[in-house]
């Protein structure tokens, strides 16, 4: 019996949806792909073209101020108009600084001999000062807890390695404290040194926030004690600049019940439990957090990604602060948001993450932003930031396969992705046309059909409009371009420069560029000049100047399998 349900699962989950792209690969194979039209209105307004995306993170804060890592930030820093915002794990954990995978620490709090308070925030301010140099904002975690202040303190350094048991990083610093007045003082400190060193003004615009994954291992606690614990530290910011924001719980993704529960419990106590440090009504609640990861799997040796769960995620977490009145108008953080949950996973030791490198992964959040935005119109709610957590590890192999936004310094195809978002201000405008997938039903069957997703997210803005458009599926194998006819109405000028970007196999693309060099560890100096170099953002030939007719134009173009292209029109009015 348990061999014919094993039979009847791989039949239903392997081989149907396997056969089932078979066919829409020899159909797309033809000379004549079916081509998509896709219509956009610059006069229909759907919503504010917030910089949702400009939001990044990562587990290893001491990669924060080492070579590459400031590199990167500046180059993050550059990407918008406005402050890209920061979050990183291990602010407040012991240790001498020494970066390792899935690990960081500052020592910021230990105690002496008597088991009075040391503060220390060299390391700290090393972190922040890279990031306030650069105009950017930190989402400052309040965590993890430190060595001489944990319940459980040993063992407390982790040696984890990708393919070893992801359990092994659960030491001492998941623990709640063993003085919690101790650590509301370590809060209000932290909090205190940082209007001291950047000005009250600089920190107001901060997120704080306790602690990450509390309904996971992260969290060796009960939600009781995330709660107390949670209480301590927001009374402990306000304490120390009333203005400051803070907000939680930063749960795993809430389409599971595990995390739900958890959101709505600490929702619950925030709005009418009783709070640990005043026994009044209620917690300050300043934003709301959680997490929504995919989770790409190797089907028949290829890569099939799933952004159907991610998205179910985030339209979970929509869901339930829409169902409390009181919490409706408030920030929506999605702390994590990716493809999966271990960015410090290569693909040696879990080839599913293979797509990380090229232009899938690109692709991929192209897709999946715009989904976000109209997750967020649906449900009425304020979303404010998706985290992507992704970065940078120093002292790696070129291309190891992180889910990281450069390597060695050079920057992947992804990047660019963002580096478009950039160049998209103003209002969100109406896209409409021959569609094979709308929000919906890439959240709840994600994209699996007999056709790609040839889609677009448009902005615009008082003398410039931008339409990102691009070419996805979630099984990795390779079909032929689209046609793909883009008819913009509501022009308001006669003539418009048009620049085209293009990430794709040939543009803007490092990982092509190394693949063609042989896939050199060692490469030469002229070498990694050029990978720099692909690494960029490129245009599919000059600027163009066209004159519209009645405030329209019509361009038609070829988009690769797992192309991204933006279209930016530019005016004078």
Known sequence: ?????????????????????????????????????IQVNLAQEKGSMDPVWAWFGYDE????????????????????????????????????????????????????????????????????????????????????????????????RHTWQPGQPYEKIYTGWTYPPKDYKKWADLVYAWVQHSVERYGKEKVETWYWELWNEPDSPYWSGTVEEYCKLYDYSADAVKRALPTAKIGGPHVTGPAGSRGAKFLQTFLEHCLRGTNYVTGQKGSPLDFIAYHAKGAPRLVDGRVRMDMGRQLRDISKGFEIVASYPELINLPIII??????????????????????????????????????YALADHFGINFKGAVSWSFEFEEQPWFYGFRDLATNGVDKPVLNVFRMFGMMRGNR??????????????????????????????????????????????????????????????????????????IDQEHSNSYSAWLKMGSPQNPTTEQIARLEKAGQLQTMGKPQKHKTKNGALALNISLPHQGVSLLKLDWQE
């Not at 239903?12 to 194979?29: E, H, R, V, Y």
């Not at 407040?92 to 910021?108: I, V, Y």
């Not at 003398?463 to 006819?485: F, G």
């Open 61 to 156: 804060p001491n990669y924060t101020y080492m070579k590459d890592g400031k590199k990167l930030l500046s180059e993050l820093a550059a990407l918008s108009p406005v402050p890209v915002y920061v979050r990183a794990h291990n602010l407040l954990t012991s240790g001498d600084g020494t970066p390792a995978l899935k690990w960081g620490s500052t020592n910021a709090y230990t105690e002496d001999q008597n088991g009075n308070p040391i503060y220390n925030w060299t390391i700290v301010d090393k972190i922040m000062d890279t990031y306030v140099e650069r105009g950017m904002r930190p989402l400052a975690q309040l965590g993890f807890m430190p060595e001489a202040l944990s319940v459980k303190p040993q063992p407390y």
């Open 429 to 502: 405008v109406g896209v409409s046309g021959n569609l094979a997938y709308d929000y919906l039903t890439v959240r709840d069957q994600s994209i699996r059909g007999a056709q790609p997703d040839v889609n677009a997210l448009a902005s615009k803005d008082r003398q410039t409009a931008a339409v990102m458009v691009w070419n996805y599926h979630d099984l990795d194998v390779p079909t032929p371009a689209v046609p793909v006819s883009i008819n913009i109405t509501g022009i308001p000028a006669k003539k418009v420069t048009l620049t085209h970007y293009r």
């Open 335 to 372: 702390g994590e948001s990716d493809p999966e949950g271990c960015a410090a996973c290569g693909m040696q030791t879990n080839p599913e993450n293979a797509y990380r490198n090229g232009t899938m992964y690109a692709s991929y959040t192209a897709a999946s932003f715009a989904r976000k």
């Open 1 to 37: 019996m348990k061999k014919q349900l094993l039979v009847w699962y791989n039949y239903l989950f392997i081989f149907l949806p396997l056969a089932s792209w078979s066919q829409n690969q020899t159909a797309l194979n033809n000379q004549n792909p079916e081509s998509v039209t």
